[in-house]
């Protein structure tokens, strides 16, 4: 077994004590985190979320720690070298938040085996390497059955960054919830092929928007869509984060994630010398994912029923992905009394039934 950090400290004490020395001169180093964000940190989105976990943990523990972040960085070799930086000036404990950054982790903490390295909805661990992901689809879901509500064209609009299982149980999730409460609904999607570029987020929005979408949403960090249905005089659902600020008449709610229980419980572990990789894939039960405020447009009776279907959710009594479930050809692909797995989510490559066009490769 391993002498832990809190073993180490409490030998020099009693030296010290035994000595008659100052116990400042044995003061226990601080725990150094850092962080690495995929975008500018800004005052809304998906880093912004991640920052506000990373403020949490300062918060709640103070002086036992200290914590660098690095935004804007592009995955690759410059997050390699990012990363590597970071565990090469004395990190305990990184956290690396995009799915990118997956293979880039794995190598540098090859390199480091005694740092403790997180990375974000990535799906490969290591002895060094634990994975957190949040159950995003819980609230796709919840978000769904407002915009099936509130459509009056019954055509919704949706922002996709990348054609991986995350991204798409999101967008299977929304339908579902949409369909739960409007079988009409149709979802058109675009992909942008980016986590965070506002100019093709803005430019996707107007696409759906003359497509005759009159809510949409987005799997992209930037606040262009909400922005852009505020102008344009449609609904949206956020992403990430609240952004009713930019549009306080569009904005309908938001899908929202919550880190700072998670780095707190995290880095508290590391310094109790008990953290071993793990993979987490926390949701609404955990408070990981909430739904930011609805906009008082929204009917009493919907966010009532949004409110049930929550808790249903929170108790496991309610699985958005329960059956049955029709793939676009329609195949059931959920049957009846049946729920998907986790494993079956985490390998999730075909849209629903009510997604529109082609499924990309």
């Not at 180093?29 to 964000?37: E, P, T």
């Not at 819980?138 to 054609?163: D, V």
């Not at 906009?295 to 049955?324: C, K, L, R």
């Amino acid at each position: 077994m391993g002498i832990t950090r809190k073993q180490v400290v409490s030998f020099f004490v009693l030296l010290a004590c035994v000595a008659g020395l100052s116990l400042s001169a044995f003061a226990e180093d601080k725990l150094k985190v850092g962080f690495v964000y995929i975008s500018p940190i800004g005052d809304a989105g998906w880093t912004y979320q991640h920052d506000l976990g990373r403020l949490e943990l300062e918060k709640r523990l103070g002086d036992k720690i200290q914590t660098k972040y690095i935004d804007s960085v592009p995955e690759g070799p410059e997050a390699e070298r990012v990363i590597r930086d970071l565990a090469k000036s004395g990190h305990d404990l990184i956290f690396t938040t995009s799915f990118g950054y997956m293979n880039p982790t794995l190598k540098v903490a090859k390199m480091f085996p005694k740092v403790s390295f997180e990375h974000s909805t990535g799906y490969k661990t290591a002895k060094n390497v634990g994975t957190y992901m949040c159950r995003f689809y819980e609230a796709r879901y919840l978000t769904g059955i407002i915009a099936g509500e509130m459509t009056k064209s019954n055509t919704l609009g949706y922002i996709a960054a990348f054609p991986i299982p995350e991204v798409i149980r999101g967008i299977n999730a929304f339908t579902l919830g949409a369909k739960s409460v409007n079988p009409d609904i149709e979802v058109k999607v675009i992909w942008v092929n980016s986590w965070f570029d506002p100019g093709k987020e803005r430019e996707a929005s107007e696409a759906l928007i003359t497509q005759g979408a009159d809510v949409i949403t987005h799997h992209t960090d930037s606040t262009a869509p909400t922005m852009t249905a505020e102008e344009k005089g449609v609904y949206a659902i956020a992403y990430h984060s609240d952004m009713s600020k930019y549009g306080p008449n569009a904005h309908l709610t938001a899908a929202t994630h919550v880190y700072g229980n998670f780095y707190v419980k995290t880095a508290q572990a590391v310094l109790d010398g008990t953290w071993k990789p793990e993979t987490v894939w926390s949701g609404i039960k955990e408070g990981s994912i909430e739904l930011a405020p609805i906009n008082s447009a929204v009917p009493a009776d919907v966010v009532a029923h949004v409110e049930a279907v929550t808790q249903g959710i929170a108790s496991g009594s309610m699985h958005p992905f329960q059956g049955p479930i029709k793939d676009q050809s329609g195949k059931v692909v959920v049957a009846a009394g049946k729920s998907l797995t986790d494993d079956d989510l985490l390998g999730m490559n075909y849209y629903v039934e009510g997604v529109l066009g082609k499924f990309p490769k």
